[in-house]
């Protein structure tokens, strides 16, 4: 009885490592962005060991720009939607917009970070940065698979799909000084609902592209070729 007993116990244990393994990250696993546009005259190619893919203007330096307003990022994914994905359409937005300016403002890389709100006119002014950007890809993929102890998932259902386009905005000048393009894919672990396997998707987004705003706001990043 005590060899079974440990027997089990040392299954359970691997169980549950097996599970914790696909856990460890945050969200969707990150995925090289699916023909990233870009705006204006700067398209995203570089890749950034946070943010996926950047492209930063030469000469720009953050660090001459003491605030920054946050914009929401629309979703402009034109694919069909179900009931579920088009409620995501509506939350997500405000949602992410207000993951950056959080996570934003605990780096104290700028002295003021704004989260404007949808529908205000877009803040001008010297000194002043402005993230606009846009969701190109919104799909909550399949929450019924599962994971089964050493056979990996039961039922690989829809993946989960995310992907957000980014500019930083001069915003007495209007003019671009970078642009970024971020994916997360990943079929759902069957634990997590589909709306909570996305919030955690796009939680890991804002907390990548704040890490390269972060690392702008210190001095030189990636330049632009």
Known sequence: MPMQTGWRGAL??????????????????????????????????????????????????????????????????????????????????????????????????????????????????????????????LAAGDDTSAWVPFSGYSRLGDRMKAQIETSLIDAQTGRVMAVTADRREAPNSGFQTAESYVEESFQAMARDIVLFLERLAKGPAVRAN
């Open 12 to 137: 359970v244990a691997v169980a549950l490592s097996a599970v914790c393994a696909g856990c460890s990250h945050l969200g969707a696993a990150q995925q090289v962005p699916v023909n990233p546009v870009g705006t204006a005259d700067l398209k995203p190619t570089q890749p950034d060991p946070s943010a996926g893919v950047v492209t930063v203007r030469s000469g720009f330096d953050a660090k001459k720009y003491p605030a920054i307003a946050i914009m929401t990022f629309p979703v402009t994914d034109s694919g069909v939607m179900n009931k579920e994905e088009a409620k995501l359409t509506v939350s997500i937005p405000p949602y992410f917009q207000l993951q950056i300016v959080q996570r934003l403002r605990a780096t104290n890389a700028f002295t003021r970070v704004d989260l404007v709100q949808e529908g205000a006119a877009a803040p001008t002014g010297e000194g002043l940065l402005r993230l606009e950007g846009r969701i190109t890809r």
